[in-house]
């Protein structure tokens, strides 16, 4: 085996190993910090007096993270994009489909600690831009990150993809293996067409089925 190859693999999979154990604790640790409060499973009946129809007017995350901020044309459409820290470059890709890079924010800062942590947001979504016409498919979403590393003139990188984002990762692995260091799936979504209803009702009391319908009706 090649000395240089085997250096660099090494390098890769320490790095594939930290990313996972930091994207473990930042999805999970708040499950760990509110044990106490009530959960999904305690059945307890919540209607709220009044509806609130206006979204409070928040500052994003990004910008209290205060990392640089770039548009960077991709072909024909400009993605969003922020960066921070050195070394070996890491993306970050949401789920969705239609979320945003925002909830990444402030967990991954920490690995700015030992690579260069990139976020962006997927063509149409968040402060990326729309374009109208026959629709997104997966192919594109994966040509629009492969043509964002060549953008920001990267070579190998190791992608991360949560949820709708971690079957990106995997159709981007399939589509790009040479551009990737290292790949890890948080929650991913194996692609899988699921035809059965959802069970989600069951959760919910005939009250707050009633109160949901209100609203839906309003």
């Not at 929650?187 to 989600?200: D, F, L, M």
Request: net charge neutral.
């Amino acid at each position: 085996m090649n000395p240089r190859f085997a250096l660099e693999s090494s390098h890769a999979l320490r790095l594939v190993v930290a990313l996972l154990i930091l994207s473990s604790a930042c999805f999970f640790s708040f499950a760990r910090a509110e044990e106490a409060r009530e959960s999904i499973l305690d059945r307890k009946v919540s209607i709220e007096k009044e509806t609130i129809r206006d979204l409070p007017k928040v500052p994003r995350l990004c910008d209290a993270v205060n990392v640089p901020k770039e548009r960077i044309n991709v072909d024909d459409c400009e993605l969003y994009c922020e960066r921070e820290g050195t070394g070996v470059p890491i993306v970050l890709v949401n789920g969705g489909p239609g979320g945003t890079h925002h909830y990444f924010h402030p967990s991954f800062s920490r690995a700015a600690a030992f690579a260069q942590v990139i976020y962006y947001d997927q063509r149409g979504c968040g402060l990326s831009e729309f374009k109208p016409g026959s629709g997104y498919t997966v192919d594109q979403a994966t040509d629009d990150l492969e043509n964002l590393r060549k953008a920001l003139g990267l070579g190998k990188w190791v992608v991360v993809g949560h949820s709708y984002g971690g079957l990106l990762a995997q159709c981007y692995a399939m589509r790009y293996p040479d551009s990737l260091k290292g790949l890890v799936l948080v929650g991913a979504s194996p692609g899988e067409a699921y035809k059965g209803g959802s069970r989600q009702g069951e959760i919910l009391s005939e009250e707050e089925q009633r109160a949901i319908a209100r609203v839906h009706s309003a």
